[in-house]
């Protein structure tokens, strides 16, 4: 990439914004240097406040980040390069033109694996694109139709050509490299107290003992005459350029640093323009302000090319102050500062602040306003023409041409040769060759995302499953199994049958507030994607669950299927507490698909006060049904957020490749917009709550190998958009992380930016569920393990260490997460069930549903809901044990009238209660 450039105009915009959109608890605030000034110079601001001061210290510098490391990205180094593969020359349909686009394709056979076996890399001036995808039918090798196709981008120009020439694997590497940056270089400025403009900062002669001690502890000094490593554009020859210089490697990357203090100093010149052409030609400039008090105004520097500017301030105690200004045109990045911004020594300063400016120099390369985007575009485009061009003109072999098994032996040589020099020369993009004093600073213990093993030997395999608390139910061939998670020793873990295999369980959700557990049937377990054919939807009340001995049998569950739930194929419930408004409000608490019909229903609990001896379960009330073009696939039931006067919205992905978004308040019904150019698959959809308006719904739409993500107005929520590197079979949001369950592996993206953060390679992985933990289980040499991924250590409220070892914390309205050594599921009580529910409606003056149907919905027409009666749904539960029968009967039966007139007002049938034009539920008179 080029040392110089001025960035394009960009858009403002508001005057805060939520970092990684509306999931993010985060807000920057802009820093304006003058009324008048163009967008491109005005700064977001990251000073810790903006971190919710709820998320754990030590979690969160546990969790410091690197985005799109080179070893997750590199793909054609780490896999392609030095093993047999092959190359091609293609053309794509052009995307704004009809003038195809020149592209490249490299392709690899995995052999003997079942699930994976061609990995593919596109490449396009845009930048390369990685696939993971099965090989053609029956192992005939590799479909060169499908494997394009499945990029998204449309079919191939009829002529693919195949290079045969070795040295194209030096000019994929060069084109791999072109990418990013191979290395790195920061400046660092020094200010003294009150100085407020570059000239002064720059104009420092000698350093400061303080800010010696800082720039030593970033790297090591070396001297800048002979210097053999990365120069960063200092003239290490003839020393034209200063004495010293500061060099680090952090992950397997040279970085040099241009100490103001170190480069040359010019009595007679005001403006120093030596130190400024090293400086300002950074993209990120550490300031070191020795007065913490001092204003700092990034537009005081003048530099087109600087994007990112880290104040560090020293304050009297020995700690150090940051805060981090970056230029709106850049896309937002990682890890966020933490609240206070205040780190204890140098060492903790050193690592946060080059894993945070390492993330931001990445981020400037890929702004699509700036000039970084354009210069990338234009050289890896001059690049693939150029290698289409040479290449065109070897594609055909001249006589005399070695075998075919020759050739292939030299290409794979030539290809193990040059890898063999990039590592020897210390230069390989793999490489995690870090510095003493990176690996000091390197905080300890293991990664958020480190699955914690519940077991590695699973008497057989779970179809579906859910959390009960710190415990987990899994469905599989002998029955619904409850698996004692959280009080289970190494290697013994506790199962109890729940329900036997009369009856096959593909679907389970289990919502702890009002006590219920959801389960969809289908014929038997190998018909889970029957789509509905046999399916039926139960609610059975958890309190039945737990207190009965033996196991429940179809028989016994057909009490609890519910009404109009034959031949369901998917279903979705609402998380939100159940309580007096809800219930007035009629908010949707199950949504079931059956073909292309959707049914909603309102949940009305025999107990809403939890009034011990009086039992559990409720009654379901059918509100709606809507009509679609297409069989559904999935469902996305918002809840997490209804508030006061908030809308209900139900999302849904339908067989023919769209996604419609349902306002259950109006039965307006919006098609949302993607971006795919290809034939759409979708693979599912969920909402995902915002922690800091409840009032608004964001939904994520996964296809192909594509996620979007939408507000329910039907808009873009987010600016960027996420591409795994194979399909999904599932997705689960976990703030601020995104993965992606693939056949063998699963990706994990941060939520900030949409950036690849990590990818576990696991066999045959299977996701179950996402509830007080990431629940999956993978399956390796005829064993099956069950693993959890700690949400707690995702989210930053703990580490994996701590929630393996066994502190997790005490979460509001969770009573399963005490730690259970000497109790069982079974003892605990109902009544703490109900009374300790999780955050949902604050429950007064909420507005109701009007129910007043759109005009011409373009995809989905609700239909007349049939009229409630008395005994629709019931899901009473029978068994009440005996600790939970009161002795003073008279004030339970106060306290049960008072209760029962709310629930009989609430669960009225439709007849005794009217719709008036404005939306209010008001008392029928004959």
């Not at 061009?389 to 040769?417: C, I």
């Not at 020099?421 to 300890?444: D, E, F, V, Y």
């Not at 046999?534 to 429940?552: F, S, T």
């Amino acid at each position: 990439m080029a040392d110089d450039g001025a960035d394009g105009a960009g858009a403002d915009g508001d005057d805060t914004f939520a970092v990684g959109g509306p999931t993010s608890q985060a807000k920057y605030t802009r820093y304006n240097r003058r009324a008048s000034v163009s967008a491109e110079l005005v700064f977001r601001i990251e000073d810790g406040r903006e971190t919710s001061s709820q998320v754990d210290r030590a979690a969160l510098m546990g969790n410091i980040l690197l985005e799109n490391p080179d070893i997750e990205t590199r793909w054609y180094f780490k896999y392609f390069l030095g093993n047999t593969h092959k190359n091609y020359l293609i053309m794509l349909p052009g995307e704004e033109t009809i003038v195809p686009e020149s592209a490249l394709l490299s392709v690899l056979h995995i052999p003997g694996d079942e699930n994976v076996s061609v990995r593919a890399i596109l490449w396009r001036q845009s930048g390369s694109e990685r696939l993971l995808t099965r090989g053609a039918k029956g192992g005939r090798g590799i479909d060169l139709k499908k494997v394009v196709s499945e990029f998204g981008h449309g079919a191939a120009e009829k002529r693919v050509t195949e290079v045969k020439d070795p040295s194209m694997q030096q000019q994929l590497l060069v084109l791999e490299e072109q990418e990013g940056f191979v290395h790195c270089k920061f400046g660092v400025l020094y200010a003294k107290a009150g100085q407020l403009t570059d000239d002064d900062m720059f104009s420092n002669a000698q350093a400061s003992p303080g800010f010696e001690k800082f720039y030593r502890a970033l790297g090591s000094v070396h001297e800048q005459l002979g210097f053999s490593g990365f120069r960063g554009g200092l003239d290490t020859a003839s020393g034209t350029t200063g004495e010293h210089m500061v060099h680090t490697t952090e992950f397997g990357k040279e970085i040099v640093f241009h100490v103001s203090t170190l480069l040359p100093f010019d009595e007679k010149n005001r403006q120093q323009l030596e130190r400024k052409r090293h400086v300002g030609n950074d993209m990120a400039v550490i300031v070191y302000q020795e007065d913490p008090e001092t204003e700092f105004d990034p537009g005081c520097i003048k530099s087109q090319y600087t994007h990112i500017y880290a104040r560090v301030s020293p304050l009297p105690n020995g700690e150090f102050k940051l805060a981090i200004y970056t230029k709106n045109t850049v896309p937002e990045y990682g890890p966020p500062l933490p609240n206070p911004a205040i780190f204890k020594d140098l060492e903790e300063l050193r690592h946060f602040l080059l894993v945070k400016l390492l993330n931001g120099e990445k981020s400037t390369l890929r702004s699509p306003t700036s000039s970084f985007a354009v210069k990338k575009s234009r050289t890896l485009l001059a690049l693939i023409t150029s290698i289409h061009n040479d290449q065109s003109r070897k594609s055909t072999l001249p006589r005399g041409s070695p075998s075919r098994a020759k050739m292939v032996e030299d290409f794979r040589q030539k290809g193990q040769s040059i890898k063999m020099t990039k590592i020897a020369a210390g230069k390989a993009p793999t490489s995690m060759r870090t510095s003493t004093l990176a690996r000091a600073a390197a905080p300890a213990g293991e990664e958020p995302w480190t699955p914690i093993c519940i077991t590695s030997n699973l008497a057989e395999p779970i179809i579906c499953g859910g959390a009960w608390g710190a415990d987990f139910v899994g469905s599989g061939p002998s029955g619904l199994q409850l698996y004692y998670v959280e009080a289970h020793e190494s290697g013994k873990l506790q199962t109890r049958l729940l329900i036997d295999s009369s009856i096959a369980i593909v679907q389970i959700s289990i919502d702890e507030g009002p006590g219920m557990m959801y389960l969809r049937s289908s014929g038997s377990l190998d018909d889970i994607d029957d789509h509905g054919k046999n399916g039926q939807v139960y609610a059975v009340p958890l309190e039945m669950v737990m207190h009965r001995e033996d196991p429940i049998n179809k028989k016994a569950l057909k009490k609890f299927a519910v009404v109009n739930s034959k031949g369901s194929s998917v279903f979705s419930i609402s998380t939100s507490a159940v309580n007096t408004a809800v219930m007035l409000q009629k908010t949707c608490k199950l949504a079931i698909a059956s073909g292309k019909k959707i049914r909603t229903y309102h949940f009305i609990p025999t107990n809403p006060a939890g009034v011990p001896g009086m039992g559990a379960g409720g009654q379901l009330i059918q509100l709606q049904e809507f009509q679609c073009q297409d069989h559904i696939g999935n469902i996305a039931l918002a809840g997490m957020g209804v508030t006061q006067g908030a809308p209900q919205y139900m999302c849904c992905s339908l067989r023919s490749g769209e996604f419609v978004l349902i306002n259950l308040d109006s039965s307006a019904t919006t098609t949302l917009a993607l971006s795919a150019r290809a034939a759409v698959n979708p693979v599912m959809c969920l909402q995902v709550p915002d922690p800091i308006d409840d009032s608004q719904s964001e939904f994520v739409l996964c296809y192909n190998k594509s996620v979007e993500f939408k507000h329910a107005n039907g808009r873009d929520s987010r600016q960027y958009k996420v591409s795994f590197s194979a399909r999904p079979f599932a997705i689960s949001y976990v703030y601020p992380y995104l993965l992606g369950f693939t056949a063998d592996s699963i990706e994990v993206v941060t939520m900030i930016n949409g950036s690849l953060v990590k990818t576990l390679q696991l066999a045959r992985c299977k996701y179950l569920g996402n509830k007080n933990g990431v629940f999956f289980s993978s399956a390796s040499g005829g064993t099956i393990s069950l693993f959890k991924m700690s949400a707690d250590a995702l989210s930053g409220k703990t580490s994996v260490d701590r929630e393996a070892g066994g502190a997790a914390p005490v979460a509001k309205g969770n009573v399963f997460v005490r730690r259970m050594s000497s109790s069982t599921a079974a003892s605990l009580t109902v009544s703490g069930l109900r009374n300790l529910q999780p955050d949902g409606n604050s429950g007064e003056g909420v507005s109701p549903r009007n129910g007043r149907s759109p005009r011409g919905s373009p995809r989905i027409s609700p239909v007349p809901s049939p009229a409630a009666s008395p005994g629709q749904s019931p899901i009473g539960s029978p068994f009440t044990s005996s600790r939970f029968r009161q002795s003073k009967k008279k004030q339970a039966a106060a306290a049960a009238a008072k209760e029962a007139k709310v629930a009989k007002n609430a669960s009225a049938p439709q007849g005794t209660l009217e719709r008036k034009r404005s939306g209010m539920y008001l008392p029928s008179h004959s």
